[in-house]
C-alpha cells in the first residue's frame, strides 16, 4: 500500500500526469486481474492496458522516491553542517552536544507551551468583540503581519490611533495580558473595543 493518497499517474509520449485505467484497484488486485486473465475474456486488451498503466506508474513513482530520498539526504546534511557550526559556536564540544540538545528542545517545548499562545485555526477564534493576535492582511495589500483585531459587525477591524480598518486573518492567539501597576493612575489599558461612530 502507498503511503499517501495522491492517485496514481503516469507520462507517456509527451503527455504527462495521465490518469491510470483501473484506477479503483488497489495494486494488489489489478495484480490479481492479470493473474486470472484469459484469452478470451471480453475485457482482455482493457486488462493488458491497466497492467501497462499500473507498471509505469509505479515507475514514476519509484522514481519520485528516490528524488524525494536525496533531497532529504541534502537536507540531512545541511542540518548536520548546521547543528556543527551552532555547537562549535556555543562552544560545545562531542561530549555536550547531548546536553546542548537537551536544553535546546526543552526551551522549544516551554516556548510552545508559553502560555496557551500557539498560532490557532481562525475558526476558533472569539467574536464577541474580543481583542486578539491575529497574523493578517488589509484588504488591499497581499502581504500579513501579526496585528491586534476585534471581531465587530461580521468583520476583522484593526484598532489603533486611526478608524478601524478591515483585516484579513489567517491565524490568532491570545493576546499577551497588559502589564499590572500598582497606582492606577498608570494603568493605562485601553478599553475591551474601540467603537468609531460613523
Not at 492496458?49 to 530520498?69: F, H, P, W
Not at 477591524?157 to 495580558?177: G, M, N
Request: hydrophobic share 35%; aromatic share 10%; charged share 30%.
Amino acid at each position: 500500500m502507498r503511503s499517501d493518497d495522491r492517485p496514481l499517474t503516469y507520462d507517456w509520449n509527451g503527455h504527462t500526469d495521465m490518469a491510470i485505467t483501473f484506477a479503483w484497484l488497489s495494486d494488489v488486485e489489478m495484480a490479481g486481474k492479470v493473474r486470472m486473465l484469459m484469452r478470451h475474456d471480453l475485457e482482455h486488451e482493457a486488462v493488458v492496458v491497466g497492467a501497462r498503466d499500473r507498471i509505469m506508474a509505479l515507475s514514476k513513482a519509484l522514481e519520485q522516491c528516490e528524488v524525494d530520498r536525496q533531497e532529504r539526504i541534502q537536507q540531512c546534511d545541511r542540518m548536520a553542517k548546521d547543528w556543527t557550526d551552532f555547537c562549535a559556536a556555543v562552544g560545545a564540544t562531542w561530549d555536550t552536544q547531548d546536553a546542548v540538545a537537551e536544553e535546546l528542545m526543552a526551551n522549544q517545548e516551554k516556548l510552545a507551551s508559553d502560555s496557551g499562545r500557539g498560532w490557532r485555526d481562525l475558526a476558533d477564534a472569539p467574536r464577541d468583540g474580543t481583542i486578539i493576535e491575529v497574523v493578517g492582511r488589509y484588504v488591499t495589500a497581499t502581504t500579513g503581519f501579526p496585528r491586534y483585531v476585534g471581531f465587530h459587525d461580521g468583520r476583522w477591524l484593526e484598532y489603533s490611533r486611526h478608524a478601524p480598518e478591515e483585516i484579513i486573518p489567517l491565524v490568532w492567539r491570545p493576546r499577551t495580558d497588559f502589564p499590572q501597576f500598582s497606582d492606577p493612575d498608570q494603568d493605562r489599558r485601553p478599553p475591551r473595543l474601540y467603537l468609531v461612530e460613523d
